[in-house]
C-alpha cells in the first residue's frame, strides 16, 4: 500500500469463491480488509482457503510472496454482521446474483457504511444504475467485475452507471492499483462486455452437450487447442458455479427479453440436481475435494 492511498481498509461482503479471492488480493497488499458473509461456517472456509492460496499463489506471483499466510489472514477481520463496514473506504460485494437478497444488502450497507465510501458491485448482469438506486449514494456506487481467481489477474471490468461519478472511477482506478491490476471502464448495461458475450458462449456449449453433439471434454478441448483459450466453456462454468452461470443468463433473458439467453434446460436440471461445479465437487466433471484442480469427465 502506497503512503499517499486515501484507501486504507476495504469490506469485502460474501465469502464465496470471489470474496475469498477479493479479500486475498487486498489483504496481500497490506490493506485492512473486513470480510462478511451471514455464517460462520463459511467465514471458517474462507480463512482456511485464503491460508492455503496465499501459500500456493505465492508460487505462482512472487509479489504475493511478499507476505506471508499469516501475515495474510491478520489483516483480515472475519465478521457476520455489518458493523466492521462502519469506517471502510471502498466496499466490494459479491453476494448471490438474486436482486432481492441485493436490494435489501445495499440499504443497509448505505446506512452503516461512511458518507465517502464507495460500494463497488461484483454482478454478472445486473445494471449497476439500477443497483445504486436504492442507495442515497449513487454517484459513489461502480461496477468492479471481478475474474477468478482474483490475486493472480491484471485486469478488472468496471462499469460506470447513470450516476457513477468520475471521482469514483479513480477511487476505483486506485483501489485497483494497489493489487496490481488495470482497469477497463464500459458503460452500464446488463452482462457489460465479457458476461454478455461469454454467458452465450457456455449456455451454447451446455447445448452441444445436452444435443449430443460432443461430450463435455471434447467441447473443451476444441475451445483450449484450436481457440486458444485458456479454459473450455464447460470449465469455465465448472468454475463460476452452474448456479451463477443460470442466474445471470435469467438476468440478461429479464433485461433484454431476447430467448437467445434462455438457460439451457440441461442447466436447469444441473442445478436442481445441486450439481454446481467445483464448489459443489460436481458439475459437468467430477472434483476430489482435497484438490479442487482435479477433474474427472462428467
Avoid at 479454459?231 to 437467445?260: H, Q, R
Amino acid at each position: 500500500m502506497t503512503e499517499t492511498s486515501q484507501i486504507r481498509r476495504v469490506g469485502v461482503l460474501g465469502a464465496g469463491t470471489m470474496g475469498i479471492g477479493g479479500a486475498h488480493a487486498f489483504a496481500a497488499a497490506g490493506l485492512s480488509v473486513v470480510l462478511v458473509d451471514t455464517t460462520d461456517q463459511a467465514l471458517d472456509r474462507a480463512r482456511d482457503l485464503i491460508g492455503k492460496n496465499a501459500r500456493f499463489y505465492g508460487l505462482i506471483d512472487r509479489k504475493l510472496a511478499a507476505s506471508t499466510p499469516d501475515e495474510v489472514l491478520s489483516r483480515i477481520e472475519f465478521r457476520t454482521d455489518l458493523d466492521g463496514l462502519a469506517d471502510a473506504d471502498f466496499i466490494v460485494e459479491n453476494v448471490t446474483e438474486n436482486w432481492d437478497v441485493k436490494e435489501e444488502l445495499y440499504r443497509k450497507m448505505d446506512a452503516v457504511a461512511p458518507e465517502h465510501c464507495v460500494f463497488g458491485v461484483n454482478t454478472s448482469a445486473i445494471p449497476i444504475t439500477k443497483m445504486a438506486s436504492v442507495t442515497l449514494r449513487q454517484d459513489r456506487v461502480v461496477g468492479t467485475h471481478l475474474m477468478n481467481p482474483v490475486p493472480l489477474k491484471k485486469l478488472v471490468e468496471v462499469i460506470r452507471g447513470f450516476h457513477t461519478s468520475p471521482e469514483t472511477i479513480e477511487r476505483t482506478r486506485e483501489l485497483f492499483g494497489l493489487i496490481g491490476q488495470d482497469i477497463v471502464v464500459v458503460e452500464d448495461s446488463s452482462g457489460f462486455v465479457t458476461n454478455r458475450v461469454a454467458m452465450l458462449s457456455v449456455n451454447e456449449a451446455i447445448l452441444l452437450l445436452q444435443d449430443n453433439v460432443a461430450q463435455a471434454g471434447d467441447i473443451d478441448r476444441l475451445f483450449r487447442q484450436c481457440l486458444g483459450h485458456q479454459m473450455g466453456p464447460l470449465e469455465t462454468a465448472d468454475l463460476i458455479g452452474l448456479d451463477t452461470v443460470m442466474y445471470s443468463l435469467e438476468v440478461l433473458l429479464d433485461n433484454f427479453n431476447d430467448p437467445k439467453f434462455a438457460p439451457a434446460p440441461l442447466l436447469r436440471k444441473l442445478v436442481a440436481a445441486g450439481r454446481l461445479g467445483r464448489k459443489s465437487g460436481h458439475g459437468f466433471y467430477s472434483y476430489e475435494p482435497a484438490i479442487a484442480g482435479n477433474k474427472a469427465g462428467a
